[in-house]
């Protein structure tokens, strides 16, 4: 089984540009979470989905960034425009609505965004 | 407010020695605490996780963790350090079923031949 994939996994842009971020998570899993890492600093929450509709987006940082899951499948993180306190590694996550392994979460190997 | 600590930054150990990273956690209900691993260009693994029961849970890799509630920690220990496990380690607590896990800064272990 395939597990949750991001692209890219690095990306440097300049200040004021336009990034967008993918996550494809696994088969099935309907609950999805968008998390960011700032160099040293702790993982956060930014946001989660279930299917495509957002259930908390109580830790995205301001309006520059919006999510979407369309079709409930993969789901895309946009920073528009980008500033230098944006860089940082978002990692994606997902896990099941039902069945069985309810309470873990299985992450991606993140995106790396560096900010100029 | 849920919170995680991890008090150690950077931690050097040297291969075949034991190994304990701390992880301490504040949450006002019962915790579901997580230990994660980041191998370089690797994604977050999950080493292991306690709900309840025993409080000690055993874990992939040789790992294991001691859920202690009367100090709020929950700190990961391995008897004899492989090379191959430097990397960072995430201590993580969340709610049944959590949405919202909040995670410590992470400590960075180096293994030194």
């Known amino acids: 089984e395939a597990g949750v994939t991001q692209f890219p996994s690095h990306s440097v842009i300049e200040k004021g540009q336009t990034v967008t971020l993918r996550c494809d998570p696994i088969?099935?899993?309907?609950?999805l979470y968008w998390y960011r890492r700032v160099m040293g600093k702790e993982i956060k929450f930014l946001l989660h989905?279930?299917?495509?509709?957002?259930?908390?987006e109580s830790g995205m940082p301001n309006n520059r960034f919006l999510a979407e899951r369309t079709g409930g499948t993969y789901s895309t993180l946009k920073v528009q425009p980008a500033e230098l306190e944006d860089s940082g590694v978002y990692f994606c996550?997902?896990?099941?609505?039902?069945?069985?392994?309810?309470?873990?979460?299985?992450f991606g190997p993140g995106t790396r965004l560096t900010v100029l | 407010a849920q919170s995680v600590t991890q008090p150690d930054i950077h931690i050097t150990v040297s291969e075949g020695a034991s190994l304990e990273l701390r992880c301490n956690y504040s949450y006002g209900a019962t915790p579901y605490l997580f230990w994660y691993v980041q191998s370089p260009g690797q994604g977050l693994q999950l080493l292991l996780k306690?709900?309840?029961?025993?409080?000690l849970v055993q874990g992939i890799k040789g790992f294991e963790a001691e859920f202690k509630r009367s100090q709020s920690s929950f700190n990961l220990r391995k008897p004899s350090v492989h090379w191959s496990d430097a990397a960072e380690y995430f201590c993580a607590v969340g709610a049944r079923n959590n949405n919202d896990m909040r995670f410590g800064a992470g400590t960075r272990l180096t293994v030194k031949p």
């Open positions: 996550a997902s896990k099941p609505l039902t069945g069985q392994d309810l309470d873990t979460q299985y």
């Open positions: 989905f279930v299917k495509e509709s957002k259930q908390d």
């Open positions: 088969s099935g899993h309907d609950n």
């Open positions: 306690y709900f309840s029961g025993d409080t």
